[in-house]
């Protein structure tokens, strides 16, 4: 095994989390793909197996100390990378139907044959978030999106609240300062049907200060959102 068992159990804990030894073995897999994978090509900057569990795992799996995820509920983890939030919290939620969205091709090849080799279930979608959130396939169709070190949240709202049904909720996963980029989103969130519902904030070890912010989709975005990138971008909704 190349994690440490007792690192990664003793972090989560915090988060009420009781890690069962098929899924620290499930993890431990995950973790020496993506140590092979970096080999190839750059997946992720993170490539020390105890920097993995502390800045990737336990900080995906901290979602859960926020939700309680249901069988059968669906959840798209908008700019994946390298699979995070999203197989951390497939792992230990199989029951969730999830979508790993890049824009980045290759970066989903890995998520497949981390899928495959854990014997998950996913689909997997090379696409940019602002075309994804246009397209009635999976426009207002999901009780959840995620998204980790992305972009700033007011442009980050704009790739996923779009991609959330009435009633849902978009996850923001920030590190600490976010109280600026909370008020610099205000009118965003109005304009595209969000509501900050909480911002749990929490230390993660060795890490710093971190950020769950949960926006709940209280009314259908305008049919204009999300734009194209350049004005998302260029041009944030203010
Ligand atoms: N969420 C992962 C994590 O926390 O490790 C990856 C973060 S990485 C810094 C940002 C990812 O978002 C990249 O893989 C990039 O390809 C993807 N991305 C950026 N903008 C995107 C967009 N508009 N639509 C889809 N993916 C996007």
New binding site residues.
């Given amino acids: 095994m190349i994690i440490s068992k007792e690192l990664f159990t003793k972090n989560v804990k915090d988060f009420n989390i009781d890690l069962k030894d098929v899924e620290i073995e499930m993890f431990d897999k995950y973790a020496q793909m993506l140590i092979d994978c970096n080999k190839k090509f750059n997946l992720?900057a993170i490539k020390e197996p105890d920097e993995i569990v502390l800045k990737?795992f336990v900080d995906s799996l901290s979602i859960m100390n926020t939700v309680e995820f249901c069988e059968g509920q669906t959840l798209i983890d908008?700019?994946?990378?390298?699979g995070?939030p999203g197989i951390p919290l497939l792992i230990m939620n199989p029951q969730l139907d999830i979508t790993f969205?890049?824009?980045?091709g290759k970066?989903l090849i890995f998520i497949e044959s981390v899928l495959d080799e854990l014997s998950l279930f996913g689909e997997t979608l090379n696409?940019?978030?602002?075309e994804v959130g246009q397209n009635p396939d999976y426009r207002e169709s999901f009780d959840f999106a995620t998204?980790?070190?992305?972009?700033e949240l007011r442009n980050i709202a704009e790739?996923c609240l779009p991609l959330v049904k009435k009633g849902g909720t978009f996850i923001a996963m920030k590190g600490s300062k976010v109280e600026e980029e909370i008020a610099q989103s205000e009118n965003a969130l109005k304009t595209l049907g969000g509501k900050i519902e909480n911002n749990f904030k929490f230390e993660l070890p060795s890490c710093g200060e971190r950020s769950i912010i949960h926006i709940k989709k209280i009314s259908q975005t305008p049919t204009k959102y999300p734009r194209n990138?350049s004005q998302i971008t260029k041009h944030p909704i203010r």
């Fill in positions: 992720t990737h908008v700019g994946t990378g390298a995070f969205l890049d824009s980045t970066k696409s940019r978030a602002e998204a980790r070190a992305v972009s790739f990138f």
